[in-house]
Nanobody
Framework: QVQLVESGGGSVQAGGSLRLSCAAS????????MGWFRQGPGKEREGVAV????????HYADFVKGRFTISQDNAKNTLYLQMNSLQPEDTAMYYC???????????????????WGQGTQVTVSS
């Protein structure tokens, strides 16, 4: 079955960087729409960045444009999220999600995704 395992979270100071990884297994990796989502304390889950694995198409939420970069390593079936210039408001549990095999129809809408990892915590202090 589809499995997604995130890693790379941690605690950093404002202005710092982290790289999250999502190791995928159980399906043909390069046929799915994959994304990173986050949920802060007391907040709704929100889309951060999305990657359509067959073509490399990417899409970002406005609040991370220019700071975060989503990428993949096909050989490792792994999705990444490079996060730079982190701010306290970026503090959240970050989740990897996948849906497919199909195109990313409503990419930042978390309800579009069937498969989810367990999450990795990112904490940014001021």
């Amino acid at each position: 079955q589809v499995q997604l395992v995130e890693s790379g979270g941690g605690s950093v100071q404002a202005g710092g960087s982290l790289r999250l990884s999502c190791a995928a297994s159980g399906y043909t990796y390069n046929t799915y729409c994959m994304g990173w989502f986050r949920q802060g304390p007391g907040k709704e889950r929100e889309g951060v960045a999305v990657f359509y694995t067959p073509t490399g198409w990417t899409h970002y939420a406005d609040f991370v444009k220019g700071r975060f970069t989503i990428s993949q390593d096909n050989a490792k079936n792994t999705l990444y999220l490079q996060m730079n210039s982190l701010q306290p408001e970026d503090t959240a549990m970050y989740y990897c999600a996948a849906e497919g095999p199909r195109y990313c129809t409503d990419p930042l809408r978390w309800l579009e995704y069937k498969y989810w990892g367990q999450g990795t915590q990112v904490t940014v202090s001021s």
